[in-house]
Structures are given as structure tokens and as C-alpha cells.
């Protein structure tokens, strides 16, 4: 359809109608085809027979092989046929020039030919040139020179010709008709009847292809010249290689199997190893330069002659030196400290490398990678850190197949490597992370690495020799070593982390981890004055963590708006007070000792193990009006559900010693819930939190906010012991708790628990649950038992309330 109808003649013709797939004949231009299709064919005989006057229309999808009249543009050229030629093969060669466009207006037949009627535009001869056309058409005119000089399929005589054109439309069509466009970006040039809006199109074409043939011609040069210097160099290392025959000199293959050699000369191993590495070099003579087995074989005799067969370290185990070591680097972890030295001394007195796996396990920031660095520094050996967590692949353990490439040993023999002596401290950071899927299990690949009996002859993938790890001394760390599988487990001694007292903290940040942020904040000296009581302030408020990372941050905050203040100008040294340190970090994150503040009803403080240390577990129940269903939320586990359910039978157990409805249970909805719900939580230290929380949901009396308890609880009310009793009071005392009820049986755990911990934090051992309520609960309800359920009703007030069925549970 024609973008401007006010152009266009009034005139009407009906004449026969060509598709063309994939051509676009333009006004003034002339272009020769071939016919080949039924319809083609008649509307180009009856034209011929006619007047010779045919209309060229394009389709809008070449593909279509039997065109309708929804298929073809809008707008089309009205041409002369000038020849006809028939072909050998039945098709017609014809000759045809563009006169004018035509407007597609309707389509008389469709049958056996195309006839269509149009309205054909006429270019006006007198075009007033206005400044903007005969600006574009200079433009079109210095693009379209450029793009000839640039393109290989026009010259310049072609370029004269069209230039010639002293009328801009026409001139417009021929530039459009040289360039090689596609058929929609023609139909375009052809739709715009007016001049000056051709002419813009057509520019933006013409600048469009002159970039691309720019980077046509930067691409052919380039690679031309990457050619020339391949053959250049091929020459040239030709000629080096007859002058180096000539002279009498070695060729590189041949130098380097030499160099290999002296290297194995001067390098200590083991016998058969030896003999290996020189079968390996005599094999890397024989191959070809140019093939890719030369070079697996040569990485293998890399690593050969790399890693360290019989170098070792001058190690002492000195223990006076030691202890001074650990002491100036750790604060505090006595116990771990007096098992390490224990280590220590053994070794001095046998003189044996080998011993046990030592495991350093605890919550994340308690300085378990930093003791692994200071046995190394003790015991003067170097020392190789392997990060194991998210480990999948059983290669990364035992290395790749020496097939191809790419492969290399596994990151054991690569920190052997690194270490370069047979006896450095490996440590195995994170080995409770490792994991398995269809690539194998990196686990029980580490059975081999870590069992005295077997890595004598630790076998590698790769390398397919028997190395001896027997003199490494390994040091694992984990967080959970229930995550890690039973049997590597047994392969390693376990020394337990927990989490640091306030006061150990304390001198942590002022003897380790301020003087660590002071140089690396360039604060030296008085720049930055801190005193204990801030310290405390940022232990208390500001953290809560089993270790010290977390300190460790809040610190270099501070010290980093410290360093800002300095470098401004602003004081030449800043002392940190309460108030200041509160515009630095912000008001306070946590409150210290402020746990609970009053005493509530079927709300209790129980104590829970984490990976991060021990924490606060608050156990919540509400009593609904129902028909007797026990909710559980809160991420619970199946353990902790368990529990649940058996303290909910307990306490129906209990019902007349507790001067409870004997059908409670089918008048109410009992929902227990642990808050935190986006946290999974599980464990079998939870009972009696639990059941207390239902006794005193269930009798309305209060629980002591003072009070927290841990245990795991029997249907006959006994206490059960439960695990990582440390971690869980200093959880309570970080929190401000002073009354922990544990088990009875776990008493003898007690020695663990910090002193400063015990001197604040009285411990209650129980064994039955009843003693558990006598002292958590405000007013004991056992105390109220006897008589009948008439007498001396003290929970009526509750149980007669009309949410509660208006007093029948007791009648």
C-alpha cells in the first residue's frame, strides 16, 4: 500500500502480475530472470501478447511455492518486457525494465494467472530541490562511493553512472538497485514515494554495509596476516633445524630428553621409581614432536621427578617450644593444648613420624585451622592446607586416568608436591562437607589416605606407583563429625573445640585480634584507644558465636571508621566509648542477660548443640479449644517430634497428681512450637523442656524465665543423659541464664564446663521429671495433689473458662 495516496495517479489499469521470490526490479532498472512457474509463464505470454507491459510484484516469504494474493507486497513495479528466451530445460530467460511503481488495488483474476488492477506513479520530472534533498543525496552519493571502493562487486564506471543522474528519485532507485539488500529492505525504498524519505533510508543502508565491508576487510587482513607469519615461522624454524644439522647440534626433543635426564641424576628415589622415569624418557625420545602423547608423557615425568620420594624435613619436637608456640597463638583451649603436646612428646621420645589422625572438631571460628598452622610451626615443618568441603568427585582424591590431557593427580600428591619433603602437617580443612553422587565417593577414598596400615602405598590414579603418605602427619577439621561416614571416623582421634567464656574473649580480641586489625589498618601506636569495657560491650552486644569470627569483624568495623576519621584529618587518634562505639556499629544487636525478662506461661528456655556452637532453644505451647489433635511446628525433626509425643504421655500419665480433667486431652488442641520455624532443628535433648512447657500450658502456672534445662525425657518421667553439655551451658551463660537443670547422668561431664562458667551458673542434676517441675514452675502443681478433683480446685479459674467447654472437663 502506498505510505502517501495524494501521489498517487487516478488512473486505473488491470495488467497480468509476476511474483518474483527473492528479486525486486526498481523504475528505470533493467534485469533479466528466469521463468519457470505455470502462472508466471501465462502472465507473461498474455503480456507479451498485449502490450508488453507486465507488473512485477515480490513475495513477502520466498519459500512459498504457489503464491496467493495475501503473499505478495502491496506495492510493485510496472515493467516492459523487452526479450524472451526459452530454455533448453522448459524455462524462460526474460529481459525486463522497471517504468514506474504501481499500487496493488485488487486482484481481478487468480485462477490461471495474476491479473491485477493498480494505480501506477508517475515521478515527477520538475522535483523542487530543497536544501534537506540535496543535502542527502550528497550524503548518499559520498556513502555509495566509499561502499564501491570498499566492495569487490562494483567498479567505478558503474559508480559514474548512477552518480550522473541529475533526478534524486531516480537517482535514489539506481544507488538502491547496486547494493545487495535484502527484499524486505528494498520493498522499503520502494514504498517511499517521496524523495526525501527514500533518500534517508537509503542512507542509513548505505552506512550500515559500508561498516560491515570495513569489518569484512579488517577480518581479511588479519587472518592474512596471521598466515603469513604461520608460514614465516615454518620457514624459519626449517631453516634452524638444517643449520642446527649442519652444525653438529642437538634438536629440541633431544635437548629436552637430555635435560630431563640430569634432572633425574640429581633427583633422590626410590629404586623402582628410577627405573620408571627412565623407561618414561626413552619413550618421549621415541615420539613424534608433533604428537599429543608426547605431551601426557612429558607432564608425567614432570611430576615424577617434582614430587619428594625421600626429601624430608628436619623436624623437632621440642615441647618447651612448643607449648611457648600454642600459648602466644591460642588463648585458652587448655585441654586441646595439653593433647597436643602430648603428641609432641611421643614423637620426641620414639622418633616415629607415623601416629594417630588427630580430628579438631567444633563450631566455625574457634581456631581449629589456626592450631593445625601452629603444630607445623612447632614441629618445624612445612605445611599444606586442602580444603575438602563440597568435594564430589572421587579424582579429586585418587587424581584423573592418565588418558588424556587434562589429567593430573589428586589434590593429596599435589600437596605433597607443594609441601616438596615427605613429612609436612596436612591439613584436611572441612571433611565432614565431603560429598558423594555418580562420580564416586571421596570419603571412602580418604579411608586409604588416613589409615596408618594402608597409605604406606597410597595408590594414585595418575601417577600408578605406591607412594608413601606413612610420614605426613594429618590433621582434619570438622564442624559435625557425626556428618562424617562411621568408618573414616574411626580412623581419627577426635579433640573437641567448643565455644570460648566472655572472658576468654575478652583477652582473645585485646592480646590477638585487635593488634591483628591495628596493623592491618595501619592504626599503630595511640591511633585508636580501646578499653576492656568496650570490648565487653562488643562481645555482649554486638555477637553472639561459639567463636570469635564473628568479634573479629565487629573489630575491624570499628578500626576502619577509626582509619577514615585518621586519614581525614579529623583526629590524629580516637578513643572508642560506649557512645562512639554505637555511632560506629549501630545500636545494639543483642541484649546480654535479657533472655526473658518475667516469668510466662508454656513458654521454657531448653538448650540445644549446633554445628555454630550451643544456643537458646525456646519451646512454646498453647492450649486451644479442640478435639484433641498435638500441633507441631517449627522445622521440628523426627527426634524432637518423638519427644513431643512422649512427654504429651507423660503428662496425661501424670493427670490426677497434676489435678488435671481426666478427658483434658479430648477438649483441647495442644500446639507446640519452637520459634525460628525457617531452621531446622532435631536432637534428642529436648524432652523435658517439652513436657515441662505442656504442664505449664496445661495448669496455667508460670515458668521461671531464669531457668533453662536440657535432658531428653522416658514415658515414666526418668531423665535421660544427653550430649554436648559445655556447648550448651556456655550458650545459657552467653544469654544470661543462672540455673541450668542436666540430667543426672551427665554430671560427670561437669568437668568440662569452663570455671568461670561454673563459678556463675548453678547446675541442677536431675533423674525424674517431677524434680524438674518442683523447679522450674513458680508453683509446683505436684505440690497440690490429693483429695478429690472437687477439692481445693486451684486451676478452676482455667478449666471452668467458657473456651474450655464452661467447666464440664471436671464434672
Known amino acids: 500500500m502506498a505510505t502517501e495516496e495524494h501521489s498517487v495517479p487516478e488512473t486505473k489499469d488491470v495488467y497480468p502480475l509476476l511474483p518474483l521470490r527473492g528479486l525486486l526490479v526498481f523504475p528505470g532498472m533493467v534485469l533479466h530472470f528466469d521463468v519457470g512457474r505455470p502462472k508466471s509463464v501465462r502472465a507473461l505470454e498474455q503480456a507479451v501478447a498485449n502490450d508488453h507491459l507486465i507488473v512485477l510484484a515480490s513475495q513477502e516469504d520466498g519459500q512459498v511455492d504457489d503464491p496467493s494474493a495475501d503473499d505478495l507486497y502491496g506495492i510493485g513495479t510496472l515493467a516492459r518486457v523487452k526479450q524472451m528466451l526459452k530454455l533448453p530445460n522448459g524455462t524462460i530467460r526474460v529481459l525486463v525494465e522497471g517504468l514506474k511503481r504501481a499500487v496493488l488495488r485488487a486482484f481481478v483474476s487468480e485462477d490461471d494467472l495474476f491479473t491485477v488492477r493498480v494505480e501506477t506513479y508517475d515521478e515527477p520530472e520538475d522535483v523542487v530541490v530543497t536544501p534537506a534533498i540535496e543535502a542527502m543525496r550528497r550524503s548518499v552519493t559520498q556513502q555509495f562511493e566509499q561502499y564501491v571502493r570498499l566492495s569487490r562487486k562494483l567498479d567505478l564506471d558503474t559508480y559514474a553512472t548512477v552518480v550522473d543522474m541529475s533526478h534524486p528519485g531516480q537517482f535514489a532507485d539506481a544507488v538502491a538497485s547496486h547494493l545487495p539488500l535484502k527484499v524486505r529492505e528494498k520493498q522499503d525504498i520502494l514504498e517511499a514515494f517521496d524523495i526525501e524519505k527514500r533518500l534517508e533510508r537509503l542512507l542509513q543502508i548505505l552506512s550500515d554495509e559500508r561498516e560491515v565491508l570495513e569489518l569484512e576487510r579488517k577480518i581479511h587482513q588479519r587472518v592474512r596476516k596471521q598466515m603469513e607469519r604461520t608460514q614465516k615461522e615454518y620457514y624459519l624454524r626449517e631453516q634452524m633445524k638444517a643449520i642446527q644439522r649442519e652444525l653438529g647440534d642437538k634438536e629440541g626433543r633431544q635437548a629436552e630428553v637430555d635435560e630431563l635426564r640430569e634432572k633425574l641424576a640429581a633427583k633422590r628415589m626410590p629404586d623402582d621409581v628410577r627405573d620408571r622415569v627412565e623407561k618414561e624418557i626413552a619413550r618421549l625420545e621415541r615420539i613424534p614432536p608433533a604428537s599429543a602423547e608426547g605431551t601426557v608423557v612429558r607432564n608425567y615425568i614432570d611430576w615424577l621427578l617434582a614430587l619428594p620420594w625421600l626429601e624430608a624435613a628436619k623436624s623437632t619436637a621440642d615441647i618447651a617450644r612448643a607449648e611457648r608456640i600454642l ?78 590431557i587434562g589429567s593430573m593427580p589428586g589434590r593429596i600428591l599435589q600437596g605433597m608436591r607443594q609441601a616438596s619433603v615427605v613429612n609436612p602437617v596436612f591439613l584436611l580443612d572441612e571433611i565432614d562437607k565431603m560429598a558423594s553422587d555418580f562420580r564416586g565417593d571421596p570419603a571412602s577414598a580418604m579411608l586409604e589416605v588416613l589409615d596408618p596400615e594402608q597409605n604406606r602405598a597410597f595408590s594414585d590414579h595418575y601417577i600408578e606407583i605406591p607412594y608413601d603418605l606413612s610420614n605426613v602427619l594429618f590433621i582434619t577439621t570438622a564442624n559435625n563429625v557425626y556428618q562424617i561416614p562411621a568408618p573414616l571416623r574411626d580412623r581419627m582421634e577426635v579433640i573437641q573445640l567448643s565455644g570460648y567464656t566472655e572472658i576468654e574473649k575478652l583477652h582473645i580480641a585485646r592480646e590477638h585480634l585487635l593488634p591483628k586489625q591495628r596493623t592491618a589498618h595501619a592504626l599503630k601506636g595511640d591511633r585508636i584507644r580501646i578499653s576492656d569495657d568496650v570490648l565487653l560491650e562488643v562481645i555482649r552486644h554486638y555477637t553472639r558465636e561459639a567463636g570469635v569470627r564473628q568479634l573479629d569483624r565487629q573489630l575491624a568495623a570499628v578500626c576502619r571508621k577509626v582509619a577514615r576519621a585518621v586519614a581525614a584529618g579529623d583526629a590524629k587518634r580516637v578513643t572508642v566509648t560506649s557512645a562512639v562505639l554505637q555511632s560506629y556499629l549501630g545500636p545494639h544487636k543483642y541484649e546480654f542477660g535479657e533472655m526473658e525478662t518475667e516469668d510466662q506461661v508454656g513458654v521454657v528456655a531448653g538448650l540445644a548443640w549446633t554445628e555454630m556452637g550451643g544456643d537458646l532453644l525456646l519451646v512454646e505451647v498453647s492450649i486451644v479449644p479442640g478435639s484433641g489433635k498435638l500441633v507441631l511446628t517449627g522445622q521440628l525433626g523426627d527426634v524432637m517430634k518423638e519427644s513431643a509425643q512422649t512427654a504429651l504421655s507423660y503428662v496425661r500419665s501424670r493427670t490426677r497428681a497434676l489435678r488435671l480433667p481426666p478427658d483434658f486431652h479430648e477438649k483441647v488442641d495442644i500446639h507446640i512450637h519452637v520459634p525460628e520455624g525457617a531452621i531446622p532443628k532435631d536432637g534428642p535433648s529436648a524432652g523435658i523442656t517439652m513436657a515441662t512447657a505442656l504442664v505449664s500450658a496445661l495448669t496455667h502456672v508460670r515458668v521461671r524465665h531464669d531457668v533453662a534445662m536440657t535432658g531428653e525425657i522416658t514415658l515414666r518421667g526418668r531423665v535421660l543423659p544427653i550430649g554436648g553439655l559445655k556447648e550448651k551451658s556456655l550458650a545459657a551463660h552467653r544469654a544470661g541464664i543462672r540455673t541450668i537443670v542436666i540430667p543426672k547422668g551427665n554430671v560427670k561431664d561437669l568437668d568440662e564446663v569452663p570455671d568461670l562458667v561454673k563459678s556463675e551458673v548453678e547446675f541442677v542434676p536431675v533423674s525424674h521429671m517431677d524434680e524438674v517441675l518442683r523447679l522450674a514452675l513458680v508453683d509446683n502443681p505436684l505440690d497440690h495433689a490429693g483429695g478429690s478433683l472437687a477439692d481445693e480446685p486451684w486451676w478452676a479459674d482455667v478449666w471452668s473458662d467458657s473456651r474450655f467447654g464452661g467447666g464440664e472437663a471436671h464434672q
Request: a positive charge; hydrophobic letters at 35%; charged letters at 30%.
Open 327 to 404: 600459648n602466644e597463638e591460642h588463648y585458652g583451649l587448655d585441654k586441646v593444648k595439653e593433647r597436643i603436646l602430648e603428641f609432641i612428646a611421643v614423637q620426641a621420645l620414639t622418633d616415629k613420624q607415623a601416629g594417630p589422625i588427630i580430628c579438631l572438631a567444633g563450631p566455625p571460628g574457634v581456631g581449629k585451622t589456626s592450631l593445625a598452622r601452629s603444630i607445623a610451626k612447632s614441629l618445624k615443618r612445612p605445611f599444606v592446607r586442602v580444603s575438602l568441603g563440597g568435594v564430589r568427585d572421587e579424582a579429586e582424591i585418587r587424581g584423573h586416568r592418565r588418558t588424556y
